[in-house]
């Protein structure tokens, strides 16, 4: 499947939870500011739910719809669970519906540290370093002016975009 075709039929995927989620037939998050349940990357997915039997008997046959049509299959050895403030109870209801792995959270999505709270400056340090990294390696002498500013605004923003996405930086991360 060609990578364009993949994030198409990926798109399939996060509109079946948008609307299970606008239909109200997922569970809402108390107190919650969240905007998307769901997040995908290439072949990388999150989806936050409530860990109770109906969100996962819903999400369960989101999938299983889903592969139906596509034919792309869940390999559950990749898959993985944190629970966030869940009961043993709860974590047994999840281990039944998609019998993945357990870790614990915060942990890492595609390399961001994902939190429940702001991150702290220790935890954004990597981002700022990595973006550091970049600029000695530049060949600036051999690009038009044109081609640094374009050089410097994909690369350098691509960087932190990436980890913005899943944290609220600090003003000190960005400047």
């Known amino acids: 499947m060609s990578p364009m075709l993949f994030v198409i ?3 399939v995927l996060n509109s079946m939870i948008v609307e299970a989620d606008r239909q109200q037939i997922l569970s809402r998050f108390l107190g919650s500011v ?3 349940r769901a997040s995908l990357y290439e072949d990388d997915m999150v989806v936050f739910v409530s860990p109770s039997a109906r ?18 299959v869940t390999n559950m050895d990749k898959c993985q669970a944190s629970p966030i403030r869940c009961s043993a109870e709860e974590m047994a209801l999840v281990q039944q519906a998609f019998p993945c ?3 614990p959270f915060p942990c890492k999505y595609l390399g961001v540290p994902v939190s429940i709270y702001r991150l702290h400056r220790a935890e954004e340090q990597p981002l700022v370093d990595a ?4 600029i000695p390696t530049w060949k600036s002498g ?16 691509a960087i932190p975009v ?3 996405i899943a944290s609220c930086l600090s ?3 960005i400047s």
């Open 34 to 36: 969240m905007q998307q």
């Open 162 to 164: 990436h980890v913005a």
């Open 131 to 134: 973006v550091a990294v970049k």
């Open 55 to 72: 969100d996962l008997r819903c999400l369960r046959a989101i999938r299983e719809c889903f592969v139906g049509a596509s034919g792309l």
């Open 101 to 103: 792995c357990i870790t």
């Open 171 to 173: 003003q000190c991360a």
């Open 142 to 157: 051999l690009l038009t002016g044109t081609g640094r500013a374009l050089l410097t605004k994909v690369t350098l923003s």
């Open 9 to 11: 039929v990926m798109e």
